[in-house]
């Protein structure tokens, strides 16, 4: 069949088109403002000879020590479960469970799945089916609705299809509101709405060795086939609780920030938000707007940089106008960045092209060493927290809230955040930091929190706890050949993938922005790209060989796992902080995110010309 869509015989209407109805009428909340004032849009300066020596070297090892073991997370079960409620949409409407065939099944309707159905269906597959949680489209920005909510990568960089859809983002970081209106205008405009079954969670993904077809099943009761599944459903979509003694007991309001009770008036309200990563650091300010008493309950401070969020210019939006190719080429030139810090500042002069770089590059006498290479990167990285560190000393008044809101990490091991006004928000006097450190809050009770015996009573209570890493809890519901579980296949050999996109054993799945999926920069916006684009190559390199099944070698899997295992570990010291990037310290080395840069594209672009690391098999059917 051609399309996905298919028509209830008795009313003439699609049957899976169940986007429902959104109740988004009272979500509030804006990208924050561009602020003005100087001393908060620029780091103190330091002196330059401040180097990462033996004593700081002790500190920091000192202040991840304390806190290994401290992160205890659980999912959303039990009674836990209302925490996962889709707030902003009605009710799944009522449609029959389907049990036919499309070519491709792909998970999630974020901006992986639409930039995908974009590149598929201008390459002439159009027979694809997409299933989506959530009431709409959007996926990340369809869920996260805090007050505050915006990219903090570049948004001329980070929305994706801006040239496609003749757009130009507000301001240098769009708000979520504004991006997930860009997803739905995406959506319309490309048809994505007929291909994708929305309120569906792919529940099992089994393959079916006889008839060369996944069987996807979900909790709408449907019992679908597909020659190809591609899992795009993010990498940081299951929303997790921390485990504290006593929360279910609490008989205030909760919920976590990803599903944002707008129905929960918090005006005049005294509010406890517990996690200090991006999300609070957004949500922290506009918080502060509006409720009585604010409670932030830390256990280790973000490391908080300058924002200098501004406005798109007219000169900009006139130029781009007559610029074919501008977001390409932009995107392009991030993609050249590897700095972590100058990607968060994205120089417009050298985006937009009108300087070839953004930093002079000093000419030494002879190569480094690696080790020499290591020491200096991190000297910069201190001497960029230290920045970061009196940054928090020149703002917030208090002496002893200051000294609790310093990090002390490399910096970019932890997500690295910004913001304008996070930190003035500490010297107003209705909002409190509670240092849990190292520990963190260990204790709720039905009136609120309670650390080292004193009990805060709150009458809402606001998990910014953050989210699993790289979707492994979709993993163990993948059978591939053998009836083994993805899980299952990496528990016993270690991850194992080729390019992060294709795994031995599970034939014809591919996995977009997965664990070891390299393919581009800072900006997820660009990898989804990249997979996207590789993914087309495997389909038109299948249709035109006539193979109807592709799967890896065991052999230059092997080999592009112990290159991401060695990259990882050759990066780690950079990183060296108990983070959710490193799985709270203890995954395995290259198991994870990958850390090779530009390496990735190397290992692609040699297995597309020797098509050496596939296998690929015809099919009767
Ligand atoms: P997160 O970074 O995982 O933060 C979770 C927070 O909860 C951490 O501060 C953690 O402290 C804290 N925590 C956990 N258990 C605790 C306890 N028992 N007591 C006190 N604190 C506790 O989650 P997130 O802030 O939602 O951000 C997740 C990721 O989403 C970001 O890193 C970023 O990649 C992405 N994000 C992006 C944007 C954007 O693009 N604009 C915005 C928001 C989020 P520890 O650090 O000590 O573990």
Redesign the pocket.
């Known amino acids: 069949m051609s399309t996905a869509v298919r028509i209830d015989p008795e009313t003439g209407l699609k049957v899976f088109n169940t986007r429902a109805a959104k109740a988004s009428e009272k979500i509030t909340g804006k990208g924050y403002s561009v602020v003005t004032d100087q001393k908060l849009t620029e780091l103190p300066t330091m002196p330059a000879g401040a180097t990462f020596n033996a004593e700081e070297q002790a500190k920091y090892r000192a202040f991840k020590e304390a ?1 290994r073991g ?4 659980m999912g959303m079960e039990g009674e836990f479960k209302k925490y996962l409620d889709d707030v902003y949409s009605e009710p799944p409407i009522p449609r029959e469970a389907l049990t036919d065939e499309c070519e491709i099944l792909v998970v999630g309707g974020g901006f992986g799945g639409l930039l995908l159905w974009h590149k598929l269906s201008e390459a002439g597959f159009t027979d694809v089916r997409f299933c989506e949680k959530g009431g709409d489209v959007g996926g ?1 920005w369809y869920w ?1 609705r805090y007050p505050g ?5 570049e948004s001329y960089s980070y929305l994706p299809l801006l040239e496609e859809m003749g757009y130009v983002p507000s301001m240098k ?1 769009a708000s ?1 509101f504004e991006i997930l209106e860009h997803c739905q205008r995406m959506a319309q405009k490309f048809g994505f709405y007929d291909h994708c079954l929305f309120h569906t969670t792919v529940e099992g993904t089994t393959w079916d060795e006889a008839s060369g077809r996944w069987i996807v099943e979900t909790d709408r009761g449907d019992k679908m086939r597909a020659r190809f599944v591609i899992l795009a459903n993010g990498i ?1 979509t299951t929303p997790k609780l ?3 003694a006593g929360m279910e007991k609490f008989q205030g309001e909760s919920f976590h ?2 599903r944002w009770n707008y129905n929960i008036d918090l005006r005049g309200k005294t509010v406890g938000i ?9 949500a922290v300010p506009e918080l502060a707007k509006i409720v009585g008493q604010l409670y932030v ?4 401070p ?1 490391s908080i940089d300058v924002r200098d969020q501004r406005e798109t210019t007219d000169e900009e939006r006139e130029t781009w106008a007559n610029e074919p190719g501008w977001a390409r080429a932009r995107r392009a030139r991030f993609a050249r960045i590897s700095e972590v810090r100058a990607a968060v500042l994205a120089n417009d002069d050298y985006l937009a092209g009108k300087i070839q770089d953004f930093k002079e590059r000093k000419k030494h006498d002879r190569e480094l060493s690696r080790e020499e290479l290591m020491q200096k990167q991190l000297d910069s990285s201190f001497r960029l927290m230290e920045q970061i560190r009196a940054r928090v000393d020149a703002i917030v008044k208090d002496p002893k809230t200051a000294a609790a809101l310093k990090p002390y990490y490399p910096y970019g091991c ?2 690295p955040t910004f913001h304008d006004e996070y930190l003035p928000t500490f010297n107003l006097p209705h909002v409190h930091l509670v240092d ?1 450190a190292p ?4 204790e709720i009770n039905e009136r609120g929190v309670v650390h080292e015996g004193v009990e805060y009573p709150l009458d809402v209570l606001i998990y ?4 699993q890493w790289m979707g492994t809890s979709t993993f163990n519901r993948i059978r591939g050949r053998n009836g083994r579980t993805l899980t299952e296949k990496w528990e016993t050999e270690g991850t194992r993938t080729f390019l992060g996109l294709h795994t031995r054993g599970f034939p014809n799945l591919f996995i977009v922005t997965g664990p070891q999926g390299g393919g581009g920069s800072f900006n997820f916006t660009d990898v989804i790209y990249a997979h996207a684009d590789y993914l087309v190559w495997v389909l038109q390199t299948m249709r035109e060989r006539g193979a109807r099944i592709v799967d890896v070698r065991k052999e230059p899997e092997d080999k592009y796992a112990e290159h991401c295992r060695v990259v990882d570990l050759a990066t780690a010291p950079l990183r060296d902080c ?3 990037y490193n799985g ?1 310290g203890k995954a395995a080395p290259g198991s994870l995110a990958y850390y090779g840069g530009r390496q990735w594209d190397k290992f692609r672009m040699e297995a597309q010309s020797s098509l050496e690391p596939y296998v690929f098999g015809g099919d009767p059917n």
């Open positions: 806190r401290a992160a205890d997370y990340t996260n909510i915006a990219c903090d990568v970081f979520g940081l921390a485990r504290i920030t990803s517990i996690g200090t990563g991006a999300t609070a650091v957004q309950f830390q256990r280790t973000s932890k997500r849990t520990r963190g809050v260990s910014a706890t953050g989210f108990i983070s959710y709270e």
